[in-house]
């Protein structure tokens, strides 16, 4: 089974910064993308960042400039380096691995979501 390990979520002034970090472990063939969703009360679940094996990225607008992600593909971690936080990040932050168990099969493992709450 594929495992999502997420940690670096926490409390924070606006304008501070956290970076959060994503594991994938167990029986894992390959992993074409990882990334970042983000899922504020009553609203919609949103992409905030991903990044494919072979490092090209994308953010959402609202995060260009203060957001960035990278990731170590030996360690199958992906990081999200968060800058200048505004009380609008206020969100759980969940991992996503768009990997495979076998090379025909390609499917989205998430993390249980951590929790990122930004003060005014």
């Known amino acids: 089974q594929v495992q999502l390990v997420e940690s670096g979520g926490g409390l924070v002034q606006a304008g501070g910064s956290l970076r959060l970090s994503c594991a994938a472990s167990?029986?894992?063939?390959?992993?074409?993308?990882m990334g970042w969703y983000r899922q504020a009360p009553g609203k919609q679940r949103e992409l905030v960042a991903t990044?494919?094996?072979?490092?090209?990225?994308n953010y959402a607008d609202s995060v260009k400039g203060r957001f960035t992600i990278s990731r170590d593909n030996e360690k199958n971690t992906v990081y999200l380096q968060m800058n200048s936080l505004k009380p609008d990040d206020t969100a759980v932050y969940y991992c996503?691995?768009?990997?495979?168990?076998?090379?025909?099969?390609?499917?989205?493992?998430w993390g249980q979501g951590t929790q990122v709450t930004v003060s005014s």
């Open positions: 167990g029986s894992i063939f390959s992993i074409d993308a």
């Open positions: 990044i494919t094996s072979g490092g090209i990225t």
């Open positions: 996503n691995v768009r990997g495979r168990r076998v090379w025909y099969d390609r499917r989205d493992y």
